[in-house]
């Protein structure tokens, strides 16, 4: 069983910045990739970025170049940087991550608004 926790979001104007946390905890000698979803109104949860256990990342057409995915295996966290942000980014974020059985957990999401 793996646990995660969520920090960060918050409003943001457009062009501004926020940054999400998730900290990990219980079985995550397991854990291979870790990542973001976000959840508009209205619409399906999307995969906004996720980074493997090897560093390696993939991200959303939509998000590219302007968020950063970045994971610490020792403190079992995993960061999404968000820069010039637009109001099309608003959304519930959802921290996930898959173990090496292909288990999946979520966290419990945190909102992030942008206001144009």
């Known amino acids: 069983q793996v646990e995660l926790v969520e920090s960060g979001g918050g409003l943001a104007q457009a062009g501004g910045s926020l940054r999400l946390s998730c900290v990990a905890s219980g079985s995550t000698f397991m854990i291979n990739i870790m990542g973001w979803y976000r959840q508009a109104p209205g619409k399906q949860r999307e995969l906004v970025a996720l980074v493997t256990s090897g560093g390696s990342t993939n991200y959303v057409d939509s998000v590219k170049g302007r968020f950063t995915i970045s994971r610490d295996n020792a403190k079992n966290t995993v960061t999404l940087q968000m820069n010039s942000l637009k109001p099309e980014d608003t959304g519930v974020y959802y921290c996930?991550?898959?173990?090496?059985?292909?288990?999946?957990?979520w966290g419990q999401g945190t909102q992030v608004t942008v206001s144009s």
């Open positions: 996930h991550v898959s173990n090496i059985l292909a288990r999946t957990y």
